[in-house]
């Protein structure tokens, strides 16, 4: 059994940044591409990034292009999701998937 689990969230200020982690513990994490998916008070979930199985391709949801980068590890189990220039609207639940499993989330308030 898959047990993905975040960490990084946390109360930010407009402008500035985090970095979310999600490690796999269980299956063969470079065998799968990851996601990250949020879901914002009130609204269902929104893609927001994605990374092929060895990290060479990277996707993006439109509003993140430019401010959040993600990455991942292999040798850790570990991916990563940068983010820059945060705005009080990515403020939301973050949320790990891949490896047919999902994380618990981390919360993620940007606010002044």
């Known amino acids: 059994e898959v047990q993905l689990v975040e960490s990084g969230g946390g109360f930010v200020q407009p402008g500035g940044s985090l970095r979310l982690s999600c490690v796999a513990e269980?299956?063969?994490?470079?065998?799968?591409?990851m996601a990250w998916v949020r879901q914002s008070p009130g609204k269902g979930l929104q893609w927001v990034s994605a990374?092929?199985?060895?990290?060479?391709?990277?996707y993006y949801a439109e509003s993140m292009k430019g401010r959040f980068t993600i990455s991942r590890d292999n040798a850790k189990n570990t991916v990563y999701l940068q983010m820059n220039s945060l705005k009080p609207e990515d403020t939301a639940v973050y949320y790990c998937?891949?490896?047919?499993?999902w994380g618990q989330g981390t919360q993620v308030t940007v606010s002044s």
């Open positions: 990374i092929s199985f060895n990290g060479g391709d990277q």
């Open positions: 269980g299956g063969t994490f470079d065998d799968y591409a």
């Open positions: 998937n891949g490896m047919q499993s």
